[in-house]
C-alpha cells in the first residue's frame, strides 16, 4: 500500500526548517510504515514554489529540499486513466454545483486512480472528491 503526499505536507515541512529524514518520520508516526509518493502534479507545484522564491536563499533552500525528497519518494505521473477520472469527477462534481481547485483534483485523481489515499494538512478540497481515501497530517 502507498499514499500520496499532498503539496501541503512537503511545504509545511520545509518552511518548518524540517529536514525531508523528519518529514519521512512524521509520515511513517502518522500512516504506519507504506510507501509515501508524490503524484506529478504535485511535483510541479513544488517546483512553482522554487520559482516564486522571494529570495536567492529561499530559492536554494526550496530546491535542495525537493531535491533531497525526490531522491527518496516514488513520482506517480499523471495518466490518460487518471485524466478521464478527473474528468468525470469534475463534470459530475461541477454539475452539483462543487468547484474542486483543478491541482487538487488531480492530485486527488491520481490517488483514487492508483488506490491510494491522500496525506494532506488542508482537508477542505480533497474531501469535495468522492471515494478519496484521506489522511491529515
Same mark, same amino acid.
Given at each position: 500500500?502507498?499514499?500520496?503526499?499532498?503539496?501541503?505536507?512537503?511545504?509545511?515541512?520545509?518552511r518548518?526548517?524540517?529536514?525531508?529524514?523528519?518529514?519521512?518520520?512524521?509520515?511513517?508516526?502518522?500512516?504506519?510504515?507504506?510507501?509515501?509518493?508524490?503524484?506529478?502534479?504535485g511535483?510541479?507545484?513544488?517546483?512553482?514554489g522554487?520559482?516564486?522564491?522571494?529570495?536567492?536563499?529561499?530559492?536554494?533552500?526550496?530546491?535542495?529540499?525537493?531535491?533531497?525528497?525526490?531522491?527518496?519518494?516514488?513520482?506517480?505521473?499523471?495518466?490518460? $486513466? &487518471? /485524466? !478521464?477520472?478527473? *474528468?468525470?469527477?469534475?463534470?459530475?462534481?461541477?454539475?452539483?454545483?462543487?468547484?474542486?481547485?483543478? %491541482?487538487?483534483?488531480?492530485?486527488? $485523481? &491520481? /490517488? !483514487?486512480?492508483? *488506490?491510494?489515499?491522500?496525506?494532506?494538512?488542508?482537508?477542505?478540497?480533497?474531501?469535495?472528491?468522492? %471515494?478519496?481515501?484521506?489522511v491529515?497530517?
Amino acid at each position: 500500500m502507498g499514499l500520496i503526499l499532498d503539496s501541503s505536507v512537503v511545504i509545511a515541512a520545509e518552511r518548518r526548517g524540517d529536514t525531508v529524514e523528519k518529514l519521512i518520520e512524521q509520515v511513517i508516526s502518522v500512516t504506519g510504515d507504506q510507501d509515501a509518493a508524490l503524484s506529478s502534479v504535485g511535483l510541479t507545484e513544488l517546483v512553482h514554489g522554487v520559482y516564486r522564491a522571494q529570495t536567492p536563499a529561499m530559492r536554494l533552500r526550496r530546491q535542495s529540499f525537493i531535491d533531497e525528497l525526490l531522491s527518496d519518494l516514488t513520482i506517480y505521473p499523471y495518466t490518460k $486513466a &487518471t /485524466a !478521464l477520472l478527473a *474528468g468525470k469527477i469534475d463534470g459530475e462534481q461541477q454539475a452539483q454545483g462543487v468547484t474542486i481547485p483543478f %491541482g487538487d483534483l488531480l492530485v486527488g $485523481a &491520481t /490517488a !483514487l486512480e492508483l *488506490g491510494f489515499p491522500v496525506l494532506t494538512v488542508n482537508l477542505r478540497h480533497f474531501r469535495l472528491i468522492p %471515494g478519496l481515501k484521506i489522511v491529515q497530517l
